[in-house]
């Protein structure tokens, strides 16, 4: 075989075993199944052992409807207001890794806009779960805080530690 069909073969197959590499050094779909598993919350299975009514089940339905139309309403139009601001943090991070001196204010300043923005999503997301668990009866949330005890019990000991330079 020739050198140019060498290295054109290899300028292939190098990146895809590269990436493969890293899928199972990062543990794969298994991996990602076991987090999806393992997320607190009201999931379907945990749904079906509530016994919910009918009325229950049309009510969670109207507020998935609602919260999927909120979030197409959310993001509709703004790929570019996002790119946008992805750029601003990405000139503003810049600046600050390049200057000369490194800024501690300017740093927190950035530190604190992204913090605040993770704050405000998860109030956001905590609100719609509290809209979601005010439709369960008493005894339905005394079913689920057994079901997630239970759920997380078993995820605890599937899940792999990890260990530190401190730890053993």
């Known amino acids: ?16 075993a590269l990436s493969a590499t890293g899928v199972f050094a990062f543990g794969g779909k298994h991996h990602q199944d076991r987090q999806e ?3 607190p919350g009201l999931d379907r299975g945990m749904m079906k052992e509530l016994n919910l009514t ?10 998935r409807q609602a919260n999927k139309e909120e979030m197409k309403e959310r993001f509709k139009g703004e790929p570019e207001q996002r790119g946008e601001l992805r750029e601003d943090r990405a000139e503003k991070l810049n600046d600050l ?14 530190a604190q806009e992204k913090s605040n923005k993770q704050v405000e999503r998860q109030v956001q997301m905590l609100s719609k779960q509290h809209k979601m668990f005010s439709i369960l009866t008493p005894e339905q ?14 995820c605890g000991d599937d899940m792999p530690r990890h260990k530190g330079k401190d730890r053993k």
């Open 1 to 16: 075989m020739k050198m140019s069909k060498k290295l054109i073969i290899a300028s292939i197959a190098l990146p895809l």
């Open 37 to 39: 598993e393992c997320r």
């Open 54 to 63: 009918d009325s229950q089940k049309e009510q969670f339905k109207t507020l």
């Open 97 to 110: 890794l390049l200057a000369d001196k490194f800024d501690p204010a300017k740093a927190t300043a950035i």
């Open 141 to 154: 949330k005394e079913q689920f805080v057994e079901l997630q005890k239970e759920h997380l019990e078993e």
